[in-house]
């Protein structure tokens, strides 16, 4: 019997992308299922979720594609080093920026389950490079298949602007053609020389990182569940003045429950004032009467 989680190579394609496409169907129908993702694709994905989750993407990126660079003259990994058609990092820094304002860097936040993504990419960027294929493979073909869809949807539900405002991290301008580009990125993975133990490793790690994508995705939604419960205040007030703050970010619409929030905010200082101005006006009324009386 082999051991829960690893994949038999007795199947195994010959191509490496086959063999990835192949023995990733499970999770990537696992990953596309979770929670987190199922809400998205039907639009339902607030403002405060999109944010966390571009935080975290941010994460990953910058270590991604830290050990990218670390790696990208070392034949294990250098076929398939694309950083000007694929780099993501600047694209969600501008698109952090957008969200949360200039002082995005000190609003962010590392989750566990996205340090732990990070701390994964480190180690086989550093000790093992071969398996970074797999995180490349996992995250940058997926950006570009599921990711193109995710755009649109985020774009309407947050009606975000036609002008690709805060979905840069799933624009490409550096690839004209996305089906030839991935053509062309699984003949790279094809001709990386490997054996076949390697080739096994590397398909492991490709399906373990559709796993800790799955394990952030299950952080997000249940931080996001958490927030809903207490109604974050804290956060919902740093959303707030981001918002009334930061230029860009005031295209952002705002849901209905936090207009709401704000116009009962903004209404409750009046109403008190009002309560205060009748009560002064009765009781000059009522000496005025006295005094006429006597
Ligand atoms: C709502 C979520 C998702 C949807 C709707 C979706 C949809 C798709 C579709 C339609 C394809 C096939 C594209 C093609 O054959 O050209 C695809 C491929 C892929 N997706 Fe997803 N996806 C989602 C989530 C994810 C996630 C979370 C990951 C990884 C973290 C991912 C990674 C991939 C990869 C690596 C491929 C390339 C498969 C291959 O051709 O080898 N997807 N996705």
Known sequence: MKPAGTHSSESMPEDLSEALKKSTKDVHEQAETTEFMKNFQKGQVSLRE?????????????????????????????????PAELNRKHALEQDLEYFYGPTWRQEIQCYDATQKYVVRLQHVGQHEPELLVAHAYTRYLGDLSGGQVLKKIAQKALHLPSTGDGVAFFTFPGVSNITKFKQLYRARMNALPMDSATKQRIVEEARNSFLINIQ????????ASQGRENGHPMQQQTELRARGTNQAHSTVPMKESERVQMKHSNILPSTSLIRWLLILGFLAITVAVGLYAM
Do not use: G, H, T
Request: glycine share 0%; proline share 5%; charged share 25%.
């Open 50 to 82: 999109f944010k966390m989750y571009m935080s975290s993407l941010y994460y990953i990126y910058s270590a991604l594609e830290k050990e990218s660079e670390r790696n990208k003259d070392n034949p294990v990994y250098a076929p398939v080093y694309f």
């Open 216 to 223: 952030v995705f299950e952080e997000l939604q249940k931080l």
